[in-house]
């Protein structure tokens, strides 16, 4: 799987957009881009995944640039309930189901 | 739908002992998955159990084993324990297939068992 960069920690306003950076310059062509995040004492849950379109979903929306070495996820209006840690992950999708989680971003979204 | 259930949600053990942990995945789901997190590795992959076979192993020793029945219910087995051993372990539930082009790819993880080792 290709490695992966994030910012180790951001903050953002309550009801602002909260736009986190992830960096995988060495992606291949048949890795996915995806998003989980980790809500403090919980398991971490699944927030969406793309391979080189833009997606969205009802949480969030992935912005994969044209040469797929970078990623944005986007939650449009941040709340409270959004903090946590936010892993990118990319991996193949016929490399089995174990994701390496890395160190991910902390988010805090502050009233 | 019920989620994914673990227990026990905590556990205390002491060194040298062993430990064992279950997971029953979300009804219909094949797929269970392991993880271990502590404050200095983050989140490790540990095996992935597959219609009772393991399909992928992370990097651990032979003291992390598991085995997944036929329920697809899966345990997980630590033995002759150390205090690194401490962490949260997780177990994820995957739908049959998983197949990355689907939009219903997830991995859907349990609360997690706190083992501390003393």
């Known amino acids: 799987d290709a490695k992966t960069t994030q910012p180790t920690s951001m903050d953002c306003a309550e009801g602002r957009a909260a736009n986190l950076p992830c960096n995988h310059s060495t992606i291949s062509g048949n890795e996915y881009v995806y998003w989980y995040r980790q809500i403090h004492s919980q398991g971490p849950q699944y927030i969406i995944h793309?391979?080189?379109n833009n997606e969205t979903n009802e949480m969030a929306s992935l912005i994969i640039t044209e040469d797929r070495k970078s990623s944005t996820l986007i939650l449009p209006h941040a709340t409270l309930r959004d903090t946590a840690v936010y892993y990118c992950i990319v991996r193949e999708s016929n490399s089995g189901y174990a994701l390496n989680f890395g160190k991910g971003t902390s988010l805090l979204v502050t009233p | 739908k019920a989620g994914v259930t673990q227990t026990p949600r905590y556990l205390i053990k002491t060194r040298g002992q062993q430990v064992t942990l279950s997971c029953s995945p979300i009804?219909?789901?094949?797929?269970v998955s392991w993880y271990q997190q502590t404050p200095g590795q983050g989140l490790q992959f540990l095996f992935e159990y597959f219609s009772e076979t393991q399909r992928n192993k992370g990097n651990f020793p032979g003291r992390f084993s598991g085995r997944q029945f036929s329920n697809s219910r899966s345990e997980m087995n630590v033995s002759t324990l150390e205090l690194g051993d401490s962490a949260l372990y997780l177990c994820a539930s995957m739908g049959f297939g998983g197949r990355a082009e689907s939009s219903y790819n997830e991995q859907f993880f349990g609360p997690g068992t706190r083992l501390t080792v003393l």
């Open positions: 009804s219909g789901h094949r797929s």
């Open positions: 793309g391979l080189k």
